[in-house]
């Protein structure tokens, strides 16, 4: 199957034991992040709402990828509060953090997928670690099926990273993200590199997913259709901070330089063209331009 023909999925996902039912799926406080003399986080506050995809831009070096791993407590922060789905990253005990870790997924910026094993073998990764009760048989079914649900066809279950393109790797990258069946999923820079069709049917597949499986998604990315087309708000970093957080309309209401330039430029012109005019043929009766 072509890699942008994906199958009509989306079943009913398992439901979690437990589901977050606050209003914000993540709360930053006050967030500093200090490498020796380089402050890259300053007192940010973010909070993300659930059920949204919010997109988050920023000039490379910013601290995008940072603050990700701040809210996934990989980077301990020098100081601040973080909670997610309710729980406390920044104070939780050990015990704590594995429950919350494992209502998340996430696709690294480069994808890290395990060179030596199968696409369904490092969808399984994950489903060892968490759940080493499940037998052979059901986490083999469940790879497969996670690996359909990211919109590969089947078969890719068995082959390595080395024999997928790139588009076919982040999906994979996805279906791992996908594997516990996580109400939270980061995808940092997931679009980066695709050929503009690879990254609409990936877009489209994020956009479906969150919808169908109630999703919150924290979405670093630089690709501007990406920000026009899926995302419920954006937020802004610069200086440290946390600039500006809404809609893109609210976003080119502020006068801050770098938003204009970033959105108002010829990339950010282009993108809300092609965005209208997608609309437009959205309203036709019969799709066609
Ligand atoms: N473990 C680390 N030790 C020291 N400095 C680090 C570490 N991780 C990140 N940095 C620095 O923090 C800054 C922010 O990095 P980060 O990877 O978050 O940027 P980014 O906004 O994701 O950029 P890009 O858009 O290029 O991915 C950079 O200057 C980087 O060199
Ligand atoms: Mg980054």
Known sequence: MAENQQ????????PNEEHYNGDYAIVVEGLTN???????????????????????????????????????????????????????ITEAEPDEQIGVRSRWGVLFQGG???????????????????????????????????????????EATSKYPSELSGGMKKRAGLARALALDPELLFLDEPTAGLDPIAASAFDRRTRELTDTLGLTVFLITHDLDTLYEICDRVAVLADGQVIAVG???????????????????????????????????????????
């Not at 973010?46 to 407590?73: F, P």
């Not at 199968?118 to 059901?138: A, H, K, M, S, W």
């Open 34 to 88: 200090r490498f020796g003399d380089q402050a890259v986080h300053e007192n940010l506050s973010l909070k993300v709402r659930r059920g949204e995809i919010l997109g988050i831009v920023g000039g490379s070096g910013t601290g995008k990828s940072v603050l990700m791993r701040s809210i996934i407590g990989l980077q301990i922060p020098s100081e601040g509060h973080i909670e997610v789905l309710g729980h406390s």
């Open 112 to 154: 890290a997928l395990f060179s030596t094993l199968t696409v369904g073998e490092n969808v399984e990764v994950p489903l060892r670690q968490f759940y080493p009760e499940i037998g052979d048989e059901l986490r083999h079914e469940i790879a497969r099926y996670k690996v359909r649900l990211s919109g590969l066809p089947e």
């Open 247 to 289: 809609t893109i309309p609210e976003l080119l209401a502020t006068d801050h330089p770098w938003i204009q330039e970033y959105f108002n430029g010829p990339r950010g012109r282009a993108a809300k063209a092609s965005r209208k005019r997608a609309k437009a043929m959205d309203k036709q009766p019969s799709g066609k331009a």
């Open 7 to 14: 199958p009509d999925i989306v079943e009913e996902a398992a």
